[in-house]
C-alpha cells in the first residue's frame, strides 16, 4: 500500500534514537528484556499511559498508550470492545512500572480505525512527574528505516505480560493495513531488538523523537516476527484535530 500524502518531512532516524528519552521523559534504558529489546528503569516521569479497567475480578490491564494532551491518551480502538462501558475504564500515567501511577478516569472514548482517543475527566498537568508526548503527522519514515515502540506487552507469545515498560527497535518494512482497516507500517519486530505482543496493543512508534503511530497488530502465532502499526495519515489527523488533541507541534 503506497501512503498518498504528499510533502511529507523525511528525515533520519538517527535523531530518533537519541532523543526518544527526552520525548518520554525516560532515563537510560537499563536492561535487555527477555526477548530482547530494552527493558526501561522503574521510575517516575513518564508519557506512557497505562489502561485497565475494573472488573469484578478485581483490575485488569488492558493496553498501553501515550499521553498526547492535557486531558487525552491514545491508544488502540480495539483495546475498548464495542459497546464497553467507559466508565469502568481508567488510566494510570506518570511512571513505567506497570500497576504503579497516577489514576485518572476515563470520561469517553471516540475511534477513528484501529486508533482510540480517550477523553479523561482530570487534566494531567495537575502532576509534574507526567511527560507530554509530541504527535507527528507530517513525518514519514522510509521503509528500511527504523522506529522505536514501547509498551507493556508480553515477553514472549505464551508468557505473561511485562511489569516494566519495554522498548522494541523495529525495522519498518513497507505497508499494510491495521486491525480496522486503517492504513499502517508493516514493520520487522526480532526477539533480538525486541519482538512486539500481546498487551504492546495502543502503544506509540516513535520515530525522530516524535510519536508516527500506535501499535495495532502484533502478528501472533501465525506470524510472530511482523505487526501492524495504524500510522496518521489525513483522515487520521482531521481526526485527531477534531478530538482537540496537539499535533505537529508541543503542547
Not at 38 to 44: D, P, V, Y
Not at 129 to 150: I, S
Not at 195 to 216: C, E
Not at 232 to 242: G, K, V
Amino acid at each position: 500500500m503506497k501512503n498518498t500524502r504528499r510533502h511529507r518531512v523525511r528525515r533520519t532516524a538517527t535523531a530518533a534514537l537519541l532523543s526518544l528519552g527526552v520525548a518520554l521523559g525516560l532515563a537510560t534504558p537499563s536492561a535487555q528484556a527477555v526477548e530482547g529489546g530494552t527493558t526501561i528503569e522503574s521510575r517516575w516521569g513518564s508519557g506512557m499511559a497505562q489502561v485497565w479497567e475494573s472488573t469484578s475480578g478485581g483490575p485488569a490491564y488492558r493496553c498501553s498508550g501515550s499521553v498526547v494532551g492535557p486531558i487525552k491518551v491514545l491508544t488502540a480502538s480495539h483495546c475498548f470492545p464495542q459497546g464497553a462501558d467507559f466508565s469502568d475504564y481508567y488510566v494510570l500515567v506518570g511512571h513505567t512500572e506497570k500497576g504503579k501511577g497516577h489514576r485518572i478516569r476515563i470520561g469517553n472514548v471516540n475511534r477513528h480505525q484501529d486508533l482510540a482517543v480517550a477523553s479523561l475527566t482530570a487534566d494531567v498537568r495537575r502532576y509534574p512527574e507526567v511527560q507530554h508526548v509530541e504527535l507527528q503527522t507530517r513525518l514519514e519514515p522510509v521503509p528500511g528505516e527504523y522506529g522505536l515502540a514501547l509498551g507493556w506487552g508480553r515477553t514472549c507469545l505464551s508468557c505473561p505480560g511485562s511489569v516494566k515498560l519495554k522498548q522494541a527497535k523495529v525495522r519498518i518494512i513497507d505497508y499494510t493495513r491495521d486491525l480496522a482497516g486503517g492504513p499502517a507500517y508493516r514493520v520487522f519486530s526480532s526477539p533480538k531488538n525486541g519482538a512486539l505482543r500481546n498487551g504492546d496493543s495502543g502503544g506509540p512508534m516513535y520515530w525522530n523523537g516524535k510519536q508516527i503511530g500506535v501499535v495495532s497488530d502484533d502478528g501472533g502465532q501465525n506470524d510472530p516476527v511482523h505487526a501492524g502499526i495504524s500510522l496518521f495519515d489525513d483522515a487520521a489527523e482531521r481526526y485527531l484535530t477534531d478530538m482537540h488533541v496537539p499535533i505537529n507541534r508541543p503542547w
